[in-house]
């Protein structure tokens, strides 16, 4: 498919956001603070046909990567893209987003995510706002009953382990809140917090969302312990005082015959029966591993059995679950159409086919297949579909993808928003984590797709 267009506006601040994404200080601010610029531009990549508008193009037609293009950052500045994030608004318009880290950009500091809106359906896409801190963000539309009716929220860190912010936007992402207070969204005074771009989950009169604690270590992975957040439906969500948080479930090394290396990135899941889970991506050689922690009936404490389903050792109550694409970051959703007595649920992972497993020691570093799968227990997980495939592992990649149905009407498709590790002039991605794209890419007809509907002979990947 030909990428689509990134639409700039005729009228820019040059001199606000792009500058600063290009150039960043190194000054520090207040944590808290809050620049939300609109229509500022990005260092992006648009086809010829967009010459007129006066921004800075180039032809990337024989380099395009698959999907429409909503942004491109190019490598070389030591920027990357991160943290995909998309919405769809009432009003039908799709809004994304995506933040920037790397040695050239303040992510320990202060954070910055840009704000992306399509009104074509994902075919086109301009940038609207540059928020900043705000890192590992995820985009969600929210009613809480007011007569303000629905807005667009954005839920995440200030910055790379910083406090927990939410913003509303009362004009489809073009202005943003600031979260200065407790009653404006500072939800954590003090503390840090990883999380990426999960979804929210709203559940017998609550919403929820999965966080982790980082502060149990100085080490990627052994510092992360989960925590669920959950505010009542109706609440103001900028306010702190809405929000109840779970205990804290402690790692252990032990776990999976010494092999553990961490669990982060959860999902906030309902159960069949009906109870909150929180569903975590396992670092473990090789991979293929996700945990099931559930919240227990006191609303406050979390549980968790550290045995393996696969070994038979844990039966139906193993903590640690297969599924294919569980050392990297995956996010679940219940299909809506589904019914409470048989729930169905997808996710789209990183699932490594045969013909790759060698391709690195540890799968969290493979990232060039993306799967759907299918489950209806959230323990045992169906390979369905591969929507997106290269056969290079080292430099190319479909990662931390965020997706949401799109089911009005008479539709059964998946709207997905991928950070993409592809080629470009400038040498692209110099790695399959360090990426160069943001894109958007529509999965028509998901739940009926299988594996012999795969852009890529499932055989010959050894399915």
Known sequence: MIAGQLIMPATQNTAACASNIQRPTSNAQHPTGNTARPTTPVQASVPTSTLDIGCPTFDIRRE???????????????????????????????????????????????????????????????????????????????????????????????????????????????????PRDAASGLLTPYGQYHTAPMPMLAHRGR?????????????????????????????????????????????SRDWLGGRFGGWLEGNAVALPDGRVADVLRVDYAPGGKAALVTLADDGHTLEFSPADASNGTGGTGAGFIDLPGGPTKFSIRRDPRSPDSAPVYWTLANAVPPRHARDKENHCAIRNTLALLRSTDLRNWELRYVPLYHPDSKRHAFQYVDWLFDTDGNGDDLVVASRTAWDDQHGGAPNEHDANFLTFHRIQNFSTQTMADSVVDPTGLGW
């Open 207 to 251: 919403i929820w969302r999965a966080v982790e604690d980082a502060t149990a270590s100085t080490h990627w992975g052994q510092r992360y312990n989960p925590v669920l957040m959950s505010a009542p439906l109706g609440a103001d969500l900028l306010r702190r005082d809405s929000w109840s948080f779970s205990g804290m479930y402690r790692q």
């Open 64 to 178: 395009a990567p698959p999907g429409n293009i909503i942004s491109h950052i190019r490598p070389d500045i030591g920027q990357y893209v991160g943290s995909p994030s998309i919405a769809i608004l009432p009003d039908g318009a799709y809004v994304a987003s995506h933040d920037l880290f790397g040695p050239g950009t303040t992510e320990h500091k202060r954070a910055t995510t840009l704000i992306f809106r399509s009104e074509d359906r994902g075919a086109t896409w301009r940038q609207i706002a540059c928020v900043e801190p705000a890192f590992w963000s995820n985009l969600f539309v929210h009613d809480s009953g007011d007569a303000r009716g629905a807005a667009l929220y954005l839920f995440g860190p200030t910055h790379h382990h910083g406090l927990l912010v939410i913003r509303r936007s009362d004009d489809g992402g073009h202005t943003w809140t600031e």
